[in-house]
């Protein structure tokens, strides 16, 4: 198991040094908040594990964040509830105490996986529902042609889909989800048509896999993808996804309820 960093990281990621300005480029989308809202139905009591800076939090449910980053936690707004310091694997509560329990962005963060998820499960009556990227499909983003140690890195970090399913249990969906060509969440993908957002370093910080890899490597990356969109060279082979309105790549919702 990964030990806690400074700020209480507790995955493989050190939010306390690339959290700082993560609020700035990881805003909800309320399209994709739309398909969480819908995978937990009726919920009234949520316990949001991987909380972050509170993204995709319903005010219209009762949510309980959960989240070990202290630099995280320190950028919720003042509408949201204070997260719990604690981490997915060993989560401070009774079993069944909620109606649901969810995750976004977080999965691929934690040092035990399976651990985490059966926690979610012990801890909700109800759905679990984990928002996360399926690793299979992670290298056919166009990404892949600048930066392939990034997205690599983000395959070898994900769990596979199977693995999520057979953790916890009961009758499980996978279900993709679209992506607007607009998305306010500033995950990779979610610039498939906005190529030039990824030459700032401030949306690839908020990005944790750029933070596996060495300076070279960003600056590489930045500079190829630079000489193509300045050449047009970019447009030439992937031009088309400026156009479109969304783009199903490896975005899925993961959703178990107990049989």
């Known amino acids: 198991?990964?030990?806690?960093?400074?700020?209480?990281?507790?995955?493989?990621?050190?939010?306390?040094?690339?959290?700082?300005?993560?609020?700035?480029?990881?805003?909800?989308?309320?399209?994709?908040?739309?398909?969480?809202?819908?995978?937990?139905?009726?919920?009234?009591?949520?316990?949001?594990?991987?909380?972050?800076?509170?993204?995709?939090?319903?005010?219209?449910?009762?949510?309980?964040?959960?989240?070990?980053?202290?630099?995280?936690?320190?950028?919720?707004?003042?509408?949201?509830?204070?997260?719990?310091?604690?981490?997915?694997?060993?989560?401070?509560?009774?079993?069944?105490?909620?109606?649901?329990?969810?995750?976004?962005?977080?999965?691929?963060?934690?040092?035990?996986?399976?651990?985490?998820?059966?926690?979610?499960?012990?801890?909700?009556?109800?759905?679990?529902?984990?928002?996360?990227?399926?690793?299979?499909?992670?290298?056919?983003?166009?990404l892949y042609a600048y930066a392939p140690e990034v997205l690599d890195t983000e395959a070898r970090r994900y769990p596979a889909i199977a693995d999520l399913a057979d953790a916890l249990g009961g009758r499980v969906t996978v279900r993709p989800v679209p992506i607007p060509v607009d998305c306010t969440d500033g995950f990779n993908e979610a610039y498939y048509a906005r190529p030039e957002t990824l030459l700032d370093p401030g949306a690839r910080q908020a990005c944790s896999a750029w933070s596996f890899v060495d300076e070279p490597v960003r600056e590489r990356s930045a500079r190829d993808l630079r000489r193509d969109l300045e050449s047009g060279a970019w447009d030439a082979r992937f031009g088309a996804l400026r156009q479109q309105p969304t783009y199903e790549g490896s975005l899925v919702l993961v959703r178990s309820v107990p049989e």
């Open 1 to 142: 198991m990964n030990a806690r960093r400074a700020d209480g990281s507790a995955g493989d990621a050190d939010y306390g040094t690339i959290g700082v300005g993560y609020a700035d480029h990881r805003r909800p989308e309320p399209r994709i908040e739309e398909f969480l809202s819908q995978a937990l139905g009726d919920a009234r009591t949520v316990v949001n594990v991987g909380a972050g800076a509170g993204s995709y939090e319903s005010t219209a449910r009762e949510v309980t964040p959960v989240e070990p980053s202290a630099s995280m936690r320190a950028q919720r707004p003042a509408h949201l509830p204070p997260a719990v310091d604690a981490v997915a694997e060993h989560l401070p509560f009774d079993d069944d105490a909620f109606d649901a329990a969810m995750t976004t962005f977080s999965v691929h963060q934690w040092s035990d996986v399976k651990a985490g998820l059966r926690e979610m499960r012990r801890v909700a009556r109800g759905p679990v529902v984990v928002l996360t990227c399926d690793p299979d499909l992670v290298r056919d983003f166009w």
